[in-house]
């Protein structure tokens, strides 16, 4: 009998909505006639889907953590992710939530609610992106802009799977500070003027001081050769000599 009622878009979803509650309660009610279970899924599956600016955004941002990712992803329960990535192993599906999905006070509709949940039931790790937290994070100097972004994503990725992960890309380079340690004591043992590592893994080293050759001696300045009197002042002189003789006789 159901097969041969006129169902609308707008009920065809319902009713797929009603068979993703029963798989997710366990329910004992009766399933959905087979070809009814079909046209609802099928329904429920074609709805259109409108990727965001922000949303992209949030992609570009995966791509600056080095991170895959695929846009709308349709699941076999007819639901579409916003966008899914991998984050420590652990496959993420993140919900890049507009004003749409919010009331007045913030609250999630409950529409979005139910999705969450759903997504949650059939095996799906969540990562909601509110738009009010995505917009905090402008800034006028895009770099900035991005690194904020990531820093941002990174922290609800860790948080969403409970681990810690480290992540690197074109945007954003986490550095492994131990890792650059080990190669700067490798480097140090290789030089010739220092010696050992200390077992506790602080490098120790013995500076040898370069041997250098001894200043050299200030040379004496030699002295300065008498200057000869020109042969005109010679003659002058022995002029007023003889003039001054003279006199006294």
Request: aromatic share 8%.
């Amino acid at each position: 009998m159901c097969d041969r009622v006129e169902w609308n878009d707008k009920q065809l979803n319902q009713l797929h909505q009603w068979s993703l509650w029963r798989a997710e309660t366990g329910c004992e009610w009766p399933p959905l006639p087979p070809q009814l279970e079909r046209r609802s899924r099928a329904a429920f599956a074609s709805a259109q889907v409108h990727p965001s600016r922000m949303q992209r955004h949030v992609c570009y941002a995966l791509g600056s953590l080095g991170l895959p990712s695929q846009e709308e992803v349709r699941i076999p329960e007819g639901y579409s992710i916003d966008v899914a990535t991998e984050w420590g192993g652990v496959r993420v599906g993140i919900e890049v939530d507009g004003p749409s999905h919010f009331r007045t006070d913030r609250r999630p509709t409950g529409s979005t609610v139910l999705k969450r949940r759903q997504l949650r039931h059939f095996g799906w790790t969540l990562l909601s992106v509110p738009y009010w937290e995505w917009e905090a994070l402008r800034d006028e100097d895009r770099f900035i802009q991005r690194q904020m972004q990531c820093a941002y994503l990174a922290e609800a990725l860790d948080e969403a799977t409970g681990t810690r992960t480290t992540a690197s890309g074109d945007g954003w380079v986490a550095i492994d500070c131990t890792s650059l340690l080990d190669e700067a004591t490798a480097e140090l043992e290789d030089l010739p003027s220092f010696q050992g590592v200390a077992p506790s893994g602080t490098a120790t080293a013995r500076l040898e001081p370069p041997e250098l050759d001894p200043p050299p001696e200030p040379a004496t300045a030699a002295p300065e050769p008498a200057t000869a009197a020109p042969e005109e002042d010679a003659e002058e002189e022995e002029g007023g000599r003889g003039a001054a003789e003279e006199g006294e006789l």
